[in-house]
C-alpha cells in the first residue's frame, strides 16, 4: 500500500490527471459503442427481408449483440461474444449474396424458358416467332445493365413491343381458339357424362357400388382430420329371391326399381343411396346419430311395408306385399371400413332372422 502511495506521488508529482484521463476514456468508450451500435443498425436495415434467409432472427442477434457490448463486464466474455458475432454476421453476408446470385441464376433461365416456350407457340407463324425470340433475347441482355433507370425505360418500350406482337398473333388466332374451345366443351361433356355413367347403377339410377365404396373411403380419410360423423345403413327386400322365382326375373328388375324409387324419397340431398348388391342397397346418412339413423330406417321401413303393389305384365294377380329389414351403423373413432360395413351387416342379419320387416341397430347385436 506504502508502494502504491509513492506511485500515485510520483505520477502525480509528474503531471499526470488521472480524473481527466479516466474520463476521455469513458468518452472512447461510449463513442466506440454507440459507433458498434449504429453499425448494428445500418446491417438490420441493409439486410434483406427474406423467409429463406432467417433473416427475422438475424436482426434480432444483432440487437442482441449491440446490447451484449454495453452490458458486458468482462473482457473475455466481450471478445468471445463479438467473434461469435462477427462469425454469424460474415455467414449471413454470404448467404444473402449466394441468394442474390441464385435468383439472378434463375431470372435469366426464365427468361430462357419463357422465349422456348413462346417460340413454340405456333410453327406456322416464323415471322411472329422471330419477333418473339428477338424480344426475349433482349429482355435477357437488358438484366446486364446497371443503370436502373435506363433499365425502366427499355423495359417500357420491350413489353409495349411484346403486347403488339400479342395482339397482332390474337387477332389471327381468334377463330382457331374458338374452335378449341368448342372442342375442349364438348369434351368435357363426354367426360362428365361417361365420369356420371360409371358411377351410377345402371338398372336402377342410384349410385354404384364403386361410387359407394368411394364416397365411404373418403369419408374415413377425412374423419382422420375433422370429424364428421355419419351413418350406414343398409337396407335387403325381403324374400326377393321369392319374387324372382314365382314372377321372373323383368319383374324383380321393376321391384328393384321401384324400391330404389321410394329410398330415394326418404334420403337428403346430402346423403347417398347405392345398390350394395343384388337387392341390397346402402344409404350413407352425413352428420347423423345412431338414433336419427334408426329413426329414418323405421320411416323407410314404414314407408315400404304400408303399401300394395301390382306387378306389370303380371295377369290375374293380386297387389302384393313388400317389406324391406335394415341394419344400422355409425362411424367410431378408429373404425376401418369393413369393421363399420361389419357392424351394419351384422344388425341387417339379426333383423332378418328375428322376422323380417324391421330395424336393427349395431346396439342391439346379440
Not at 424480344?135 to 441482355?141: G, P
Not at 365404396?213 to 375433422?226: E, F, I, K, P, W
Request: aromatic content about 6%; charged content about 35%.
Amino acid at each position: 500500500m506504502l508502494f502504491g502511495f509513492r506511485k500515485r506521488d510520483q505520477e502525480a508529482a509528474a503531471g499526470v490527471d488521472w480524473a481527466s484521463e479516466f474520463g476521455r476514456s469513458e468518452e472512447r468508450r461510449e463513442f466506440f459503442l454507440r459507433a458498434a451500435r449504429t453499425l448494428m443498425q445500418c446491417l438490420r436495415e441493409y439486410a434483406l427481408d427474406l423467409e429463406e434467409l432467417n433473416s427475422a432472427r438475424f436482426k434480432a442477434d444483432l440487437v442482441d449483440l449491440a446490447e451484449t457490448l454495453g452490458d458486458a463486464e468482462k473482457l473475455s466474455r466481450l471478445q468471445a461474444r463479438f467473434r461469435s458475432g462477427t462469425g454469424a454476421i460474415d455467414a449471413f453476408g454470404r448467404r444473402q449474396k449466394d441468394y442474390l446470385r441464385a435468383r439472378e441464376s434463375e431470372y435469366k433461365e426464365i427468361i430462357g424458358l419463357l422465349s422456348k416456350a413462346m417460340a413454340t407457340l405456333d410453327f406456322e407463324n416464323k415471322e411472329y416467332n422471330r419477333r418473339v425470340i428477338a424480344q426475349s433475347q433482349r429482355l435477357q441482355d437488358i438484366t446486364l445493365l446497371g443503370d436502373i433507370k435506363r433499365l425502366k425505360q427499355v423495359l417500357l418500350q420491350e413489353v409495349e413491343q411484346l403486347r403488339e406482337a400479342v395482339r397482332e398473333k390474337e387477332l389471327r388466332d381468334v377463330a382457331k381458339i374458338e374452335k378449341l374451345a368448342q372442342q375442349v366443351s364438348v369434351l368435357n361433356s363426354e367426360l362428365q357424362t361417361a365420369r356420371t355413367e360409371s358411377e351410377r347403377d345402371s338398372l336402377t339410377g342410384v349410385c354404384n357400388r364403386r361410387a359407394f365404396d368411394r364416397r365411404l373411403a373418403d369419408l374415413m380419410t377425412r374423419n382422420t382430420m375433422q370429424v364428421q360423423p355419419f351413418a350406414l345403413l343398409i337396407i335387403d327386400i325381403d324374400d326377393f329371391k321369392r319374387i324372382n322365382d314365382s314372377y321372373g326375373h323383368l319383374t324383380g328388375d321393376s321391384v328393384l326399381v321401384t324400391m330404389a324409387n321410394k329410398f330415394r324419397q326418404s334420403v337428403r340431398s346430402e346423403d347417398m343411396l347405392a345398390r350394395y348388391g343384388g337387392e341390397e342397397f346402402a344409404i350413407l346418412m352425413l352428420g347423423a346419430s345412431l338414433r336419427n339413423a334408426v329413426k329414418k330406417g323405421r320411416q323407410i321401413c314404414e314407408a315400404v311395408g304400408s303399401r300394395r303393389y301390382v306387378l306389370e305384365g303380371i295377369i290375374d294377380c293380386e297387389p302384393i306385399t313388400i317389406t324391406v329389414s335394415i341394419g344400422v351403423g355409425t362411424w367410431a373413432k378408429g373404425d376401418t371400413v369393413a369393421e363399420l360395413v361389419g357392424r351394419a351387416d351384422k344388425a341387417l342379419y339379426q333383423a332378418k332372422a328375428t322376422g323380417k320387416n324391421r330395424v336393427v341397430s349395431e346396439k342391439d347385436i346379440k
